[in-house]
Nanobody, 121 residues
Framework: QMEIVESGGGLVQSGGSLRLSCAAS????????IGWFRQAPGKEREGVSC????????YYTDSVKGRFTISRDNAKNTVYLEMSKVKPEDTAVYYC??????????????WGKGTLVFVSA
């Protein structure tokens, strides 16, 4: 049975760091692109970062470039999102999803349930 479980969210002060994990079961993460998305209250879900399946290329939305890092541990079947220098505007529910292209949410075919990140000012 396939499952994606995000963890690592919580309350963090502005300027602090947090590491989110995306653990998969029932399929191999490295066979898919894995994207991190987030949705803040009253806003649409947006792409944050993505890591490709074969070459490991990474992509970031402009607002997190230089602050967030996506990585993959194939042995643990887990993808991470290292968040540093966080800002209050990073507050959102963060979702992990698998797909075949690093593109928008509609290109992802399986999602986790999300983990909440709250950044206090």
């Amino acid at each position: 049975q396939m499952e994606i479980v995000e963890s690592g969210g919580g309350l963090v002060q502005s300027g602090g760091s947090l590491r989110l994990s995306c653990a998969a079961s029932g399929f191999a993460l490295d066979s898919y692109v894995i994207g991190w998305f987030r949705q803040a209250p009253g806003k649409e879900r947006e792409g944050v970062s993505c890591i490709s399946s074969h070459d490991g290329n990474t992509y970031y939305t402009d607002s997190v470039k230089g602050r967030f890092t996506i990585s993959r541990d194939n042995a643990k079947n887990t993808v991470y999102l290292e968040m540093s220098k966080v800002k209050p505007e990073d507050t959102a529910v963060y979702y992990c999803a698998r797909g075949h292209f690093c593109s928008g949410p509609t290109t992802m075919d399986y999602w986790g349930k999300g983990t909440l990140v709250f950044v206090s000012a």
